[in-house]
């Protein structure tokens, strides 16, 4: 009888052993859905039908549309290249320059920089020059959970301004949406670098 008592009670140790050799939960870490990229191709923006006159050209993403204001003068020389299958918007705006450079220049910095100072953890700027076609201009990545992530103007600094914000209809999530900010910021590079005036 003794001896049973021994078996089964070193049976419960070992059971008892080997239960608590278990590792304790933990919780994942928290997912994102992965999201397909289509492949970059891109088409000048006058090899399309429908588009105003506009005293410049530029290359956009063929998988992004033009759309333009309703023709009010206070919406002209607006106009998007959307991308509703990402729920993201390239805001553009272009204005000619009338001895007003200045005043331009202010407005830009309140609207990029100042706007967003609060909020971005970082803002990070990467100038742009082509001496040939005269265009110069800066490119703002604003870092954290910044409404717009890309914002970026290009000038001659005599004739032509134009400017451009990259936003999603979206609550910002920088970790989200990183990859998808990094994808649209290279469409917003080869614009600048397509761009060219006339």
Avoid at 87 to 96: E, G, H, N, S
Wanted: with cysteine.
């Amino acid at each position: 009888m003794m001896r049973l008592i021994n078996i089964i009670s070193a049976c419960i140790i070992i059971l008892v052993a080997v239960s608590g050799c278990g590792h304790s939960p933990v919780p994942r870490p928290r997912g994102y859905f992965r999201i397909d990229m289509p492949e970059k191709t891109y088409v000048n923006l006058y090899d399309q039908k429908n588009i105003p006159a506009m005293p410049f050209s530029f290359e956009y993403p063929t998988y992004g549309s033009l759309t333009f204001g309703s023709g009010a003068p206070e919406e002209e020389g607006w106009f998007n290249i959307e991308f509703p299958g990402y729920k993201a918007i390239i805001y553009l705006t272009y204005k000619p320059v009338k001895n007003d450079f200045g005043a331009i220049m202010e407005q830009t910095y309140r609207m990029n920089v100042k706007n967003h100072i609060t909020k971005a953890d970082a803002i990070n700027e990467q100038a742009f020059s082509n001496d040939s076609e005269k265009v110069f201009g800066i490119l703002y990545d604003l870092k954290g959970n910044t409404a717009s992530a890309v914002q970026f103007y290009v000038t001659d600094s005599t004739k032509h301004y134009l400017r451009g914000s990259l936003y999603f209809n979206a609550q910002p999530d920088a970790d989200s949406l990183a990859p998808v900010i990094s994808f649209f910021r290279e469409d917003i590079v080869h614009l600048i670098e397509t761009l060219r005036w006339y």
